[in-house]
């Protein structure tokens, strides 16, 4: 699977910004998607997730501020980010997994795609 990361930028802090991920080379309905986050001397940190069935788990510090979506059709998944904190700002990258385990999917281990990243940039 080829994972496509888009949709970032500069935005305010408050402000609202919307990442999609394309995915091509692989049956996309099957797999988990996961965003995930690295700040600059941070190890990579999970953000959401969105199983195949489309149930989805945030991390504590996005909850109720993103929300991560996917279109099977499209083979995309979007992470609509609202309410914009400076500690938001990371590169931010999609991910995929064939396992739907929930224990396992808030470690980037667990995931075996992974996409170039896309820098969200939050200025107060």
């Known amino acids: 699977v080829q994972l496509q990361a888009s949709g970032g930028g500069l935005v305010q802090a408050g402000g609202s910004l919307r990442l999609s991920c394309t995915a091509s080379g692989g049956t996309f309905r099957r797999y988990t998607m996961g965003w995930f986050r690295q700040a600059p001397g941070k190890e990579r940190e999970f953000v959401a997730t969105i199983r195949s069935n489309a149930y989805t788990y945030y991390a504590d510090s996005v909850k109720g501020r993103f929300t991560v979506s996917r279109d099977n059709a499209k083979n995309t998944v979007d992470l609509q980010m609202s309410s914009l904190k400076s500690e938001d700002a990371a590169v931010y990258f999609c991910?995929?997994?064939?396992?739907?385990?929930?224990?396992?999917?808030?470690?980037?281990?667990?995931?075996?795609?992974w996409g170039q990243g896309t820098l969200v940039t939050v200025s107060s």
């Open positions: 991910a995929a997994t064939a396992t739907a385990i929930m224990t396992t999917l808030r470690s980037p281990d667990a995931y075996g795609y």
